[in-house]
């Protein structure tokens, strides 16, 4: 039997404003580009992400190769947050955090628009 991952994210955190939701920049950007992580503490792809030409192209590593493989990701939509630090992860410098929700063994489903947008679009 398969041991499943249980979410460490709390069911309900603190009440927030809109003002600090608004300081969270979520845009949508297109994955132009994955390449394996080997390097990585679990499995994952750095990926490079067009968020369009006021953003542009931004690095990130993502732990999604349970549900994606790195043709299935080339020119898939996500959401990400563009305005964290830069993240070191080992020698690979992450600019963005991708989203996803766990599914119900606790893998990452990655986030995005049902139909096409803009690259760059902003989450509100």
């Given at each position: 039997?398969?041991?499943?991952?249980?979410?460490?994210?709390?069911?309900?955190?603190a009440t927030?404003?809109?003002?600090?939701?608004?300081?969270?920049?979520?845009?949508?950007?297109?994955?132009?580009?994955?390449?394996?992580?080997p390097?990585?503490?679990?499995?994952a792809?750095?990926?490079q992400?067009?968020?369009?030409?006021?953003?542009?192209?931004?690095?990130?590593?993502?732990?999604?190769?349970?549900?994606?493989?790195?043709?299935?990701?080339?020119?898939?939509?996500?959401?990400?947050?563009?305005?964290?630090?830069?993240?070191?992860?080992?020698?690979?410098?992450?600019?963005?955090?991708?989203?996803?929700?766990?599914?119900?063994?606790?893998?990452?489903?990655?986030?995005?628009?049902?139909?096409?947008?803009?690259?760059?679009?902003?989450?509100?």
């Amino acid at each position: 039997m398969t041991e499943t991952r249980k979410p460490t994210v709390p069911l309900l955190r603190a009440t927030i404003t809109y003002e600090d939701f608004d300081r969270v920049d979520i845009r949508v950007g297109t994955i132009v580009a994955v390449d394996p992580f080997p390097e990585a503490r679990r499995p994952a792809f750095k990926l490079q992400v067009d968020f369009g030409p006021e953003i542009g192209t931004r690095r990130t590593s993502a732990q999604v190769t349970k549900h994606y493989h790195p043709q299935t990701l080339i020119g898939r939509q996500v959401a990400a947050v563009v305005n964290f630090p830069a993240k070191q992860i080992g020698k690979f410098m992450s600019e963005v955090l991708v989203l996803g929700f766990p599914d119900h063994e606790g893998e990452v489903v990655l986030i995005g628009p049902e139909r096409p947008v803009p690259n760059g679009g902003k989450l509100y």
